[in-house]
């Protein structure tokens, strides 16, 4: 009996040796720590854009490296959503990495959706040392919004996105155009404009009639002094915010995106933000009520457009010369100034679905994802990386909207642009030096959004709120008072 | 026999159950419930008619029913107006190539709704659209037809005129063609007027069919979703927002699945009823007969 228990625990001990040798041994290369998924298929979803086209091109090193097949479905925006809640609620465990926007966090992490990653990241066998949560990210508080909730992390950012402004400096700095406003206006053609007047002024300043002169030239069609999101869309939503934040207004009083705060939407802060934003619509092209980011993007792309206030990874296609008449022509500055110089935190997570049946296989490619390969070639497709180190990269130096990316989600100044220079490369001189009213000093007050599960809920209202009062249906203060009501009807 | 028949008709009604009356009687079960994924207060508890009550005094839900059918009534409207002309002139015309005609005048009806509101959207988009920029330029339009309140509506219903109405023409047409010789040669040899040939020998003949596609369309504009969330997504505001893509919005953008679940319930109710009122209108007659069996017996009326 006693040999018998003997050799049993020898055979058992030899199986779990063998086990840990050859399957799951500590971490030594992503070659040899991937063989047990080798042969695996793994398929991810996201966002339509270029910065995951560029990941999409990517992956064949990591596919090669481990054996692992990464399959990557691209949708727009609300289809991602929609397919990804879809999946989830349906527990079908069609996705093994999913790509969402941070506002969705607190709807999958309370709905117990999604893996918290320190089941793979205190995993030696799974962690690649060189991966770090410390320091590695251009915003320790972004990432906090985009990947954590409730002081748990739940996934890696894919990128961290911002909107700022897109404008021409070829038109703003033309000596005729610039000698046209100080006569028209009494000051100085800002390039870029600083402040929600300047931007205000400026948008009237270059709205002309086809036929009319533009920086010496006749126009062939109209031309205007900017486009803004108006229609009944989430990017409405968005657009809105840059202005409610900058007018010093909030949707809700908080720290943290997952916190219940005081609602404030039809504060005068707010109400005032959305009678300029309908002001703009003035200046923008005759179909702004239909405009989300597509159709904004493609009224620069045409060069119909002077400045816009538009998302950081969209760059790529106006800075084209095969997609856009104004490659060249572009550079780009933080959201004009009110009551705050500020930008709003936003970006895409990579969550590892709790219904994977590969999670492990998944965390594998995310982590790798982290790495300089895959954040390269999303930056050189337009991306916005989260990395630090990657903008140190030779590769990224010449990216002409870097600078003023980084400089609005870390501080950090790699470049500076003056009026005049030959190309838009650097963040604006005038923008970094420019007063944050709220702090006194020249920082940037980065802004968190709500992201409790309620969050589309409030999204929704806002977004129907604002539209209302661009169509002309109500004014702004009757919208925002009724978006007041219904979000605190909602909100626990 | 009955065995056998019963062995062959199984699988059909298996897969009719599994993919019609299941997922109904499951959403019925929803409606009952507070299920929720982005409500931290919501735990699939059980709230009786809570949900139905709540979508009566709705006014979001009551708003949409409303623009649902101030879309439904003039596009139906039209459609028949304009089919029954179009099939009648086609069937007088005597036109020989008329065969070769109706798949051609089809076409936009076997479209998909996706497809025809990228066509609306697009046409209609006032920078580039070959219907909008010309609107624009002759100074018929300002700015945006599908970001105007006013003009966002009309737009649809055109589009949806114009993607159905050929169907209405088909389908008519096929009875003016079937129409025995007879009491047209009778009629004209009593010298019947055309108003009174119209009145007394057109209208009986088409009327059945005619009521056959007033129930079609009217079913299915009452479902419209695709051509408005392609075009408009129901904005500007609310002025394009149907009931279905308010329900849509509640299920699969808010996730509120136990009241999107009594919407699309009540929706599925309001639809049974116009269909009931149809079957009622065109089986009057049949109706009227019945009722008479009831109350004086079988053919004993009179006595």
Redesign the interface.
């Known amino acids: 009996m006693k040999k018998k228990i003997l050799l049993v625990s020898i055979i058992s001990l030899s199986l779990v040796c063998l086990f840990f040798s050859f399957g799951f041994a500590k971490w030594t290369s992503l070659e040899e720590n991937s063989k047990p998924f080798s042969g695996v298929t793994l398929r991810l979803i996201g966002e339509s854009l270029p910065p995951l086209e560029g990941l999409n091109q990517a992956k064949s090193a990591f596919e090669e490296e481990t054996g692992i097949k990464v399959i990557i479905e691209m949708y727009g925006h ?1 289809e991602v959503i ?1 397919k990804t ?2 999946d989830f ?1 349906g527990n079908t465990g069609i996705y093994d990495v999913v790509l969402n926007p941070h506002r969705e966090i607190g ?1 999958i992490v ?2 117990n959706w999604v893996t918290p990653l320190e089941e793979f990241y205190n995993n030696e066998n799974l962690r690649n040392p060189e991966l770090t949560l410390e320091g590695t990210f251009l915003s320790e508080e972004w990432f906090n919004e985009c990947c954590a909730y409730k002081d748990t992390v739940y996934g890696l950012p894919f990128h961290f996105i911002s909107m700022f402004m897109w404008y021409r400096y070829d038109i703003f700095e033309h000596p005729e155009e610039m000698a046209n406003f100080k006569e028209e206006y009494g000051y100085e053609l800002p390039s870029p404009p600083i402040t929600m007047e300047d931007y205000l002024n400026t948008a009237e300043f270059f709205t002309r009639k086809k036929g009319e002169k533009l920086a010496g030239e006749t126009l062939e069609e109209d031309f205007y002094g900017t486009a803004i999101q ?4 989430v990017a409405t939503y968005y657009g809105w915010l840059n202005f409610l934040y900058s007018f010093g207004g909030r949707e809700l009083l908080i720290d943290k995106g997952s916190e219940y705060g005081k609602v404030v939407i039809n504060s005068p802060e707010a109400i005032e933000s959305l009678e300029y934003y309908k002001k703009l619509l003035d200046y923008s ?6 405009y989300t980011w597509d159709e904004t993007q493609a ?1 620069q792309q045409q060069g119909i457009v002077a400045q816009a206030i538009q998302w950081d990874d969209a760059t790529y296609a106006v800075e084209d010369p095969e997609q856009s008449l104004v490659a060249g022509k572009m550079a780009f500055s933080g959201t004009p100034i009110n009551e705050v110089k500020m930008t709003q935190i936003e970006g895409w997570t990579m969550f590892i679905p709790r219904s994977s049946k590969k999670q492990e296989a998944a965390w594998l490619f995310v982590q790798w994802c982290m790495g300089e390969d895959s954040q390269i070639a999303q930056m050189l497709n337009g991306g916005a990386s989260s990395v630090r180190e990657i903008y140190n990269s030779e590769k990224i130096k010449n990216i002409i909207y870097a600078p003023t990316a980084v400089y609005l989600k870390s501080g950090e100044v790699l470049q500076t642009r003056k009026s005049g220079d030959k190309t838009g490369l650097g963040v604006p001189e005038t923008f970094v030096n420019a007063i944050n009213p709220s702090t006194g000093d020249t920082t940037v007050t980065i802004i968190p959004k709500p992201t ?6 409030v999204v ?1 209202k806002i977004e ?1 709120a604002v ?2 009062v ?5 004014t702004a203060e009757e919208a925002l008072e009724w978006c007041q009501e219904e979000i605190e009807k ?1 909100l ?1 | 026999m009955k065995a056998r028949t019963a062995r062959w008709i199984a699988p059909t009604m298996i897969i009719l159950f599994i993919v019609s009356l299941m997922p109904f009687f499951i959403a019925l079960n929803y409606s009952f419930r507070d299920i929720s ?5 919501s735990q699939g508890q059980w709230v009786g008619l809570d949900n139905y009550r709540k979508a009566l005094s709705d006014p979001e839900f009551l708003h949409s029913l409303g623009i649902t059918f101030k879309f439904l009534i003039p596009a139906v409207l039209f459609e028949l107006i304009l089919g029954f002309t179009m099939a009648m002139l086609f069937a007088k015309s005597n036109f020989k190539g008329i065969r070769k005609l109706i798949p051609i005048l089809i076409i936009p009806t076997i479209i998909a709704p996706v497809v025809i509101g990228l066509i609306g959207r697009l046409s209609l ?3 580039f659209g070959v219907i ?1 920029v010309y609107l ?1 330029k002759f100074g018929i339009i ?3 037809i ?4 006013k003009l966002a509506m009309p737009a649809i219903i055109l589009i949806d005129i114009w993607q159905w109405t050929p169907f209405v023409t088909v389908i008519l047409l096929a009875g003016f063609l079937s129409f025995p010789k007879e009491p047209f040669e009778a009629a004209a040899m009593d010298g019947a007027n055309p108003w009174q040939t119209f009145k007394h020998i057109t209208m009986p003949f088409i009327a059945p069919l005619l009521a056959i596609v007033t129930l079609l369309r009217s079913i299915e504009a009452f479902k419209i979703f695709d051509k408005v969330w392609i075009m ?8 394009t927002q149907t009931s279905n893509i308010y329900a849509y ?1 509640l299920n ?4 509120k699945l136990g009241y999107g679940a009594a919407i699309v319930i009540l929706l599925y109710i309001v639809s049974f009823l116009l269909c009931v009122a149809f079957f009622r209108y065109l089986n009057r007659e049949q109706i009227k007969k019945e009722r008479e069996v009831i109350f004086y017996g079988n053919g004993s009326k009179k006595n």
Request: proline share 8%; net charge negative; aromatic share 8%.
């Open positions: 609300q929609q809640t879809a609620v709807k309370e709905n108006a229609a009944r869309h092209p005759p179909g702004g009520l239909t009224s409790f599960p309620e969050q589309e809920w929704e129907l539209n209302s661009l169509t002309g249906e109500k909602e626990p | 994924y982005t409500s931290s207060r988009n006032s920078e909008g624009r300002e700015s945006s599908l970001g105007s309140v408009t997504q129901g904005g500007p505001g609310s002025s919005r699969f953008m808010h996730w």
